[in-house]
């Protein structure tokens, strides 16, 4: 789930990503984590936000660790047009 809301994490984290320039393709998720048990199959966690890569890992940290890492350019996974 991507919330609009103006601070939201996820939406922190989307805004990131498109002024990094970095394609993704927006998955979302049910609003209550209790409603949200395949992503906790596939991620092992209910929490978000999260990116899941081409190749099917996903990467969960807390919004402002993924946006420094976004930023940093230290996850290759996480440039623009990276495969």
């Given amino acids: 789930m991507i919330s ?8 922190n984290v989307q805004k ?5 320039g970095i394609e993704y393709e927006l998955v979302l998720e049910p609003a ?3 409603n949200r048990t395949d992503y906790e199959r596939r ?8 990116i899941e890569f081409e190749d099917g890992t996903i990467l ?11 930023w940093s350019g ?6 623009p ?3």
């Fill in 32 to 34: 209550l984590r209790r």
């Fill in 43 to 50: 991620a092992g966690t209910r929490v978000l936000p999260a």
């Fill in 74 to 79: 230290s996850d290759q996974r996480l440039r």
């Fill in 16 to 20: 990131a990503l498109d002024e990094a």
């Fill in 81 to 83: 047009n990276a495969k």
């Fill in 60 to 70: 969960r940290e807390d919004s402002k660790e993924l946006i420094e890492r976004i």
């Fill in 4 to 11: 609009k809301w103006s601070g939201h994490p996820c939406w």
